[in-house]
């Protein structure tokens, strides 16, 4: 990344998307794909074109109705209150499928908010015999030799998209037949998808691996073919691991008693920094929060956000295009390349207003500043306990009727 200073970004897209590249010569992978432009605007455009019927019967399969909204969500440029207020309005009970879906990305935040780092670790004892082997570069670069595994990490690296069914589909194989450390699996998905996001990943890497469900998640060939079609077998010629009925798959997966692991995963510290003694109050533009309409952005203070190496140094370019997408519509909010503590020192700042977060790592990096932490969109304002957290359904049990009740 280019040493700390302030960025003017091009209006004109095309322009944009150079700017990235240039600012950002680290950044690996493609130019994000038009469809996937980032920005208030383009989500809005994407949320009123959904039909949650057509989703509830079809998103299961790989060419279904899906509503592409995951990177949108993740970044903040709508909230998901008001996309799923968008919907219930809309379809009433029929959005009830894409509703619940919209409910999970909820339940693994307020999971995250409760656990922290611990997230990145086994939270519950695997219920089967998990393996802890290096991920290989055949996965890293897609050439597993099966067709699908390939296309699924092929659309990863590209396009940073997959599909929800195949990335279940490779997570199990990765983590069940491949036994490899979920963990390190977990970190390197993440890295590339365009809506990478630390809760829906871990906590969904966790629950295929049975580290927090009461089973893992494992699938065949039959399964592949209801919702993929012939369209990865057709013309596979390799020896298909997925070509087994259950019975067979689970002696073959899952023989070995359950092992716990010890190990945990190990978390970078930042270097240690002096309090601020400036005065100026800043507002404090972080990932999560990336709209025009976020109410921060009225307060009468510099907003400021910071592409930080710390953060996105090892980001792909596509995410940081669709970020810069998004920064492009937030007219008064500088942006800068830097350290975040170099930048708000330099600024003079000695508090910030910031909008809270799960991510630690904001936490760490304001630690020199008197932060104000504002609440944050919540989908359902209800206490939920450690026994409701600990499985969706519980969760579902309680946010459900209040989610779906008439209003
Ligand atoms: C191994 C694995 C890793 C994942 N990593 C991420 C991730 O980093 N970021 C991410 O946003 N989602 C992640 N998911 C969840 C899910 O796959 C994606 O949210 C979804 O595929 C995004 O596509 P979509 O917007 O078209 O989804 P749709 O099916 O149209 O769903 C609408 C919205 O509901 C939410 N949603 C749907 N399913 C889930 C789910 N299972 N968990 C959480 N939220 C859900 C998403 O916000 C999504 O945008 C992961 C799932 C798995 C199995």
Redesign the pocket.
Known sequence: MKPMQKLTIPNDRMERLHYVKRMFPQAKGDDLNGEWAGGRSNALYKLHSIDAVS?AES?DYLDGS?????????YGCLT?SE?FAVIKRKFGLAAES?LM??S??D??HQVWFAKGNAIYSEIEPPKVALGYAPLTDAIKQGETGLPCMDAFIGDLLTTG????HA??W??SYIVHYLKMDWREA?DW??AH?L????A??HL??Q??ASTFSSQPYSFNKEDLVAYAGEKYCAGCTANCPFDVSYEVLNARLFAEPAAAEAKSHVIKELPVRSASTHRAVAIYVHDEMLSPTNSLLTKPFPKIFVFDPELYSNWPLNRLQFVMDCLSEMMNVEVWIGDTYEVLMQRGVGEVITQTTANLKFKEMLSPFLTKWQPADKLVDLEMSAQELQRFFRYWGKAGPVLMADS
Not at 66 to 74: A, D, G, M, N, Q
Not at 161 to 164: A, D, K
Not at 195 to 198: E, L, Q, S, V
């Open positions: 989703y998103h899906v509503t592409h909204l995951s990177p949108y969500l993740r998901l996309a894409l879906q919209f999970w990305r339940y693994w998209y997959v599909h929800n990335r279940m490779l997570a977990a998905f993440e998808l809506d990478g996001d630390i829906s990943n969904s890497w629950w295929l």
